[in-house]
Structures are given as structure tokens and as C-alpha cells.
DNA sequence: AACGCCCTTGCGGATATCCACAATAGCGCC
DNA sequence: GGCGCTATTGTGGATATCCGCAAGGGCGTT
């Protein structure tokens, strides 16, 4: 399997063919556009990989794209190119949360290390993303009251004081208790804390 | 009690003074050095607060000073202040991981608010600085077995299994585990999971 | 009405945990 | 040698947990 894809946009022709070339080189898989707007219209949220982003741009810049984007919930690590004269916008780009940026003329190797950084960036999200979904499609399938015990058991408190507190009888926590662990694909409550511990936060 | 110091480092005394009162008037406690220099002289591993720093000064500059300062361990949250040449500047100080930068002239309010942005930073790393060291302080008062024994709670395994696995009785197992507790300060191994999950990563 | 899902509870037994009391043993230190 | 710390184990009892078996009620859907 591929190391991941680069999407490349950049009004220059010259820079995506030579960008292309250069990621390819480095078994990276690249797609290229010539405009934002272009990009736009074939973005989709299912996209993975990362962005090479001119931020200078006829039309729509490449902040702008990057705002949007943001806003689409797109979570892809941009880096950005600058010319040097573009350096204030830069300085936005990256408190705005861009994973990187390079000035142009780049240096071929670590143009290429960095969109690797920014592919690696990218699957560790998605990586994280998968398991907090599953733990939440998990906790979905809790009933109110399995919820209820839960969070009393994670409390560290035993099925007597969790029956007190809920005003029903241990047999049925403990039914609850049960449940929940099976909902959960736990066997205790000690995985149970660090399976949320984890996956949280 | 204060809501905290801030350090400014300006080698302009008129701007030291203007920041001096205005973050005053916000009820923030101040002390000025004009010189990188200076600063680094009184620095102390101990300080807290965050810093207010222009990039730009004589001998040492703003940027230097922050590099410096990270080879000490300094964690303090810094503010830069930059005029809008030294912007490049400013984008490396950013990567390199300062809190915030201003553009001067700044405007007063946000660049108050940046600063108790920033104190609230260093707080909330202190905070979570003392209860990691609160945290290693215990694992460390544990004995070789305990630690052992205790790593396999948190894996959820009965005493029983923990005893074969160490070829010790199942007594024994108990008697670690109760110390465990006692000197990790938990009184169940979901409390245990909760705190070594939260506390470490 | 019949079915499914959830909440509820009781009984009883197999396991596990928690603990006090008691004891043996190695190791380093004064 | 005595003292303290750690590791080890045993006995026995009070509690807790884990679970299958059994069963009643509420609620919404078909």
C-alpha cells in the first residue's frame, strides 16, 4: 500500500508537475488542481491524505480554501507554499492550525519529509478517530439506566452503594454492571476505566 | 492572589512602561528587564508567569533568548512582540512553539487578554506538572514486586492468574496489592486505572 | 393479544476480594 | 546481634462479585 496521498494546488503548472514528480519519486501518490475552486468541487469528507497548498493564488487563495475547508470538517494536514513575501499570511496559516509550510524555492528532500510527516499526521487521526468512534457507538447502545451504573462504577464504587444511590436492589446493578460490560467488550471494570481513559479526552 | 507575573523583556523603555501599566490595570503583576541579557541573568527554573518579549532587540535577540531559554527548560508561555518586518521572524518563533505573537503597534485589550490567556497556560501546566510528579513520586515508592503485581491489576487479571504468572501464593499477591493501593492513594483498581490513564501520555 | 426490550428482583452457589492475626526468611545498617 | 524493610505464606472469616435460573411489570410495535 501506498504511503498515502498528496493533493497538490498550485496555479503553476511547472511547481504541481515538478511537485508530483518529486513526491512520486518518494512513493507518495499525487493528484493536482489548478485552482482552489477546483479543489473544492471534488473535495469530499471521505478524502484522506494531506494537502500542498499554494497560498497564493488567482481568485480563491489558499487561506481562504484552507478556511473552508475547515469549516467542511476537513481535517487533512495542509502545508502550505509561500513565496517569502507571503509570510504574513503564513503566520496566519499557522495559528489557524496548518500542519506546516515551506517558502518557495523549497528544498526538494525536506518538501518531501514533511508532506511524509503530514501523511503519518493524517493516518494517526484517523487511527484515533476509528477507535473513539467505535467506543462511542459502544456507549450509544447503554441503556439510560446501564449508563447511570457505569458512571458509578468507573466512580469505584461498589454494587451495595450503587444500589443505594439508584434506589434498586444489588441484583439488578449487577445485572446493569454486566450488561454494560458486555456492551462495552470489556471483562472488567479496570478495562472499562482505561478504555474510556483512552479513547477520550 | 495575583492573577500572575509577566516578564517583559523590551529594551524600549517607553513600551516596557506602557505594557507595565496596561497590564496593571488588569490586575496582572509585571516586571521589565531591557535587555535579553538581563533577563536570562535573573532567570530561575522556579519562575512562573509568562513572558512578554519583543523580537527584536539589541545583542541578544527576542528569538535567541526564547531558544535559550527552552535548552533551560523553561515552559513559560512567551509573547512576542514583533514589528511587521520581522515577521519571518515571528513564523519561526511560532513553530518553534511560543504561545502568541502581536504585531506592534498592538492594540491594548487583545493584547492584555493574550497575556492572561498565557498565564492561565502556565497555570494549567503547573497544575498538571504537580499531579504527574505527585504521581511519579508514588510509582517510585513502589518495590520492584509491587510494581509487578500492579502492572497486572491494571491488566485486569484476577490475583489468582497474577500469582501464577509471578509463582508466588495468591496471599502474596493480596498483600502487594493493598500496598499498592495504600501508597498510590487509591482504594480500588478502577481508581488506580483512572489515575495512572490520566495522569500519564 | 403476542412479541421484544428494558427494568426489576430473589435465590443460591461458585469465586474473589479484603483483612486481621501470625509467622519465616533474606538483606543492609548501626 | 538487633532493627527495619521486603518478600513470602498460611488460616479463617467477613464481604463482594459473578452468574444461571426464574419471574413479574411496563411500554411500544406489529
Known amino acids: 500500500m501506498s504511503a498515502g496521498i498528496a493533493h497538490l494546488i498550485d496555479d503553476d503548472e511547472a ?63 495542509v502545508i502550505f507554499l509561500t513565496g517569502h513575501g507571503d509570510v504574513p499570511v503564513a503566520v496566519q496559516a499557522i495559528k489557524k492550525g496548518a500542519f506546516d509550510f515551506v517558502e518557495k524555492p523549497f528544498n526538494d528532500n525536506e518538501l518531501a519529509d514533511r508532506v511524509i510527516a503530514a501523511l503519518a499526521a493524517d493516518r ?22 446501564e449508563r447511570e451504573v457505569m458512571d458509578r462504577v468507573l466512580g469505584g464504587k461498589l454494587n451495595k452503594v450503587i444500589a443505594d444511590e439508584l434506589g434498586i436492589a444489588m441484583r439488578t446493578v449487577e445485572v446493569h454492571r454486566s450488561h454494560v460490560f458486555e456492551k462495552m467488550g470489556v471483562r472488567s471494570a479496570v478495562d472499562l476505566a482505561r478504555l474510556l481513559a483512552g479513547g477520550e479526552e
Open 15 to 77: 511547481i504541481r508537475d515538478a511537485l508530483s514528480w518529486l513526491l512520486r519519486s518518494r512513493g507518495i501518490e499525487t493528484r493536482s488542481w489548478g485552482s482552489a475552486e477546483g479543489f473544492l468541487a471534488d473535495y469530499g469528507s471521505a478524502m484522506r491524505g494531506c494537502l500542498v497548498l499554494d497560498i497564493r493564488m488567482q481568485a480563491m487563495s489558499g487561506l481562504e480554501l484552507f478556511d473552508r475547508l475547515t469549516q467542511l470538517g476537513c481535517t487533512m494536514p
Open 124 to 145: 494517526d487521526l484517523w487511527l484515533g478517530r476509528d477507535r473513539k468512534h467505535d467506543i462511542e457507538t459502544r456507549l450509544a447502545s447503554l441503556t439510560v439506566r
